[in-house]
């Protein structure tokens, strides 16, 4: 607009601006205040689509809503394979009976984390509903036309995710995620190599697809014979029907609508500039869904679909790298890394996906039911461009930036716009760019402080210790869920999910880990590992002396290692780049509680002791062994359990602060009271990830301390 001159444009851009701020407000504060407190024991009636149930293994999930129009998120543990039979032959729109705890959302407990409560508020989403059991149900017949026609597209929704599981496993992948925006479990284990190269749009339903479709329908009603007038009425009529096939995301939405307006203005004879086409829909958008504007996807699909209105006559490499540097800003604000063979990934791949990728998919959807072997066929055509992109996706150029804070993300993205807007200065607003990326990964990877960071994983520790600099980066235990015996039936897929620990390495910019200490062989302290150790390049793996023969280092660990050094170690021994004195264990053991590392460091002007689920026994034995040692910050050991956290022990090693690393309404109970009692005795400041999520220490070398706590709106200098 500032191109363009126009100053009547200008102010009425500013005013509407300003209205949708509070549009944003409004709907912010209302879906705050129709947001129910939290109850142990809710019973009520939901209305349910069927597409929206999921089941996977005995866990189940779905959204509905109740009679006062709350929107719920559902979940809970199904007791009998029959059960599970009985849930997933739901074919039609229900109402069910459930019993459950009506809970808030929480926001995130990490820095950096993905949040899941804006998510859900962009669904309109407002509670959930947990520890859920389906007492149970029966069809919705409903009287509101409307009502029913939406329950008859999710119902072939639901029919067409059924159909399309029984495709070959790879095409079954792609035929969920490009015909109707499903991606179930697997879909992330697939798409890896896609995600890794920035090509993840292709298989979020957006202009592409629409296109693709829209361009397949005029062929098939031009074979038919309609004529263009009956073709533009079926097209706007079947348009909205696809919104909710396909899943109803933003960018669809805005695909579609884009698409509509444009044929209406067709038919009606008023034609009108991309530009206002695009502003109509971002309108109509904002007023359905404010929240759309927040998350990645919908801040790409308008910034990419507004930037194609101004260089769709480029060529296809130059418009790959103009599109790519311009989203760059917003990738790096939410996924804090970026390869370098993007835009060439995006250039070579998008014509194949258009001309033969998505004739394959369609192909095989459309004749699996009549000729199976053929789908087995197409399935192998398709193998080989999925293995194209896996390959790309291993050649080296990753590059792990870090998050840039919002107004910095701004500028980048202000002067990106700014090279395209303005051809004349094109050479000095390229330079500029370059200077404010290099300046930016600097000030991202040299910090001039470092941390003690313990990570909120729920029950069980990740401790980040990083050195001003990064002279040295430490992880210490990386969190992990507990495993329990299962029949097969209650058995889903294994996902592997990413350790909260890894998204904020990511965050800070760090590609790789100095040492990481395994405190002992339990799953909430070495379940990730595993991951960890794949994702992420780590010199040296440090674990008490005698762990390395246990069950759980060699199923969990051992099969990661690759070039990682093992250090099993003993109470004294000097490990290289350690920024720790190991002073646990003395003996040899099996890697259990009583064995756990202890590591004892100073950073900034505090002492640290870190004693995995060292029990008070061992806790004594430490204060035996070393007389003089002190440490004003402890990390209490297991999670607050009176097994732990002797008074003896935190009396004489003169604790003021003690950290608890425990899950909310974890099943132990933990911190158990009498630990409590304990730390009230002593006069020691207890800090939980249960209350405070993550928990950070900031220190320089020159001696400033501060504290930092995700869930407080506040920091503090100090802690007392």
Not at 485 to 495: C, S, T, V, Y
Not at 644 to 667: E, F, Q, T, W
Request: proline letters at 4%; glycine letters at 8%; one cysteine or more.
């Amino acid at each position: 607009m500032v191109c363009l001159r126009d100053k009547t444009m200008i102010y009425w851009t500013i005013a509407i601006g300003i209205c949708f701020a509070g549009l944003f407000w409004w709907h912010s504060a209302s879906l705050k205040q129709h947001t129910m407190p939290n109850q142990a024991n809710w019973q009520g009636i939901l209305r349910v689509q069927p597409d929206e149930i999921k089941c996977q293994g005995d866990y189940f999930q779905f959204t509905g809503i109740d009679n006062d129009h709350h929107q719920l998120r559902v979940s809970g543990y199904l007791k009998t394979e029959q059960e599970k039979r009985r849930l997933e032959k739901i074919r039609h729109p229900v109402k069910m009976l459930v019993r459950g705890q009506i809970q808030t959302i929480d926001q995130p407990g990490n820095q950096n984390q993905f949040n899941y409560r804006t998510y859900c508020f962009s669904k309109g989403i407002t509670n959930l509903l947990s520890k859920t059991t389906v007492v149970n149900w029966q069809k919705n017949r409903s009287t509101n036309p409307i009502e029913a026609i939406l329950g008859l597209l999710h119902t072939w929704r639901n029919d067409m995710r059924l159909y399309c599981q029984q495709l070959p496993k790879l095409m079954q992948t792609y035929a969920l995620s490009l015909l109707i925006g499903f991606k179930d479990e697997a879909f992330d284990e697939d798409m890896e190599g896609v995600t890794t190269l920035g090509l993840l749009h292709l298989f979020s339903l957006s202009g592409l697809h629409v296109f693709y479709f829209c361009s397949l329908l005029k062929q098939f009603f031009l074979r038919l014979r309609l004529t263009k007038e009956t073709t533009n009425i079926l097209l706007i009529l079947f348009l909205p029907a696809f919104l909710i096939i396909g899943g109803g995301s933003g960018s669809l939405f805005r695909s579609i609508m884009m698409a509509e307006l444009g044929i209406l203005g067709t038919k009606l004879k008023k034609r009108h500039t991309q530009l206002n086409v695009w502003s109509m829909t971002m309108l109509v958008n904002l007023a359905f869904d404010p929240y759309v504007i927040l998350s990645m996807g919908g801040q790409l699909s308008y910034l990419l679909s507004f930037l194609l209105i101004f260089v769709g006559n480029y060529s296809s490499f130059k418009r790959a790298w103009v599109l790519n540097i311009v989203s760059l800003p917003i990738i790096l604000f939410h996924t804090y890394q970026w390869h370098l063979l993007t835009s060439f990934a995006n250039f070579l791949i998008i014509p194949i996906f258009s001309n033969f990728v998505m004739p394959l998919v369609i192909a095989s959807a459309a004749t699996f039911w009549l000729m199976p072997q053929l789908s087995d066929w197409l399935t192998m055509g398709l193998q080989v461009f999925h293995q194209l992109v896996t390959l790309l996706s291993k050649l080296p150029g990753q590059i792990v930036f870090g998050k840039p804070t919002l107004g910095f993300t701004a500028i980048l993205l202000i002067i990106s716009l700014a090279w395209v807007a303005f051809p004349r200065y094109k050479k000095h607003f390229r330079w500029l760019l370059l200077g404010c990326y290099l300046s930016g990964f600097i000030w991202i990877h040299f910090p001039l402080h470092g941390e003690v960071t313990f990570v909120d994983v729920g029950q069980g520790d990740s401790i980040l210790v990083r050195m001003p600099f990064n002279h040295s980066v430490t992880v210490i235990d990386t969190g992990g869920k507990v495993g329990f015996l299962k029949p097969a039936w209650a058995k889903g897929a294994e996902k592997k999910h990413l350790p909260p620990v890894l998204d904020y390495l990511h965050s800070l910019g760090i590609s790789r880990i100095d040492t990481l200490c395994l405190s002992h062989q339990d799953a909430d302290h070495i379940g990730d590992a595993g991951v960890l150790l794949s994702k992420i390049k780590v010199s040296q793996v440090i674990i008490p002396k005698g762990m390395e023969n246990s069950r759980g280092f060699q199923t969990k660990v051992k099969p990661y290692l690759k070039k990682a050094s093992l250090f099993p170690v003993l109470a004294n021994q000097k490990i290289a780049n350690l920024p720790f004195e190991i002073v646990h264990p003395f003996t040899e053991g099996k890697g259990e509680n009583h064995d756990s590392l202890t590591l004892w460091g100073k950073f900034g002007t505090d002492n640290f002791i870190f004693s995995g689920d060292l029990d008070q026994a061992g806790e004594r034995e430490i204060i035996a062994r070393y007389p003089q040692l002190q440490a004003s910050i402890a990390k209490l050991g297991h999670h607050g359990s009176k097994t732990a956290s002797a008074k003896d022990y935190l009396d004489k090693i003169r604790v003021k602060i003690g950290v608890i690393s425990a899950g909310k309404n974890n099943h132990y109970g933990h911190p158990n009271p009498e630990t409590l009692q304990t730390l009230k005795e002593l006069k020691i400041q207890s800090l939980s990830t249960i209350d405070e999520g993550m928990i950070s220490y900031y220190f320089t070398s020159q001696g400033f301390t501060n504290w930092r706590f995700v869930r407080r709106n506040y920091e503090k200098d100090t802690v007392h």
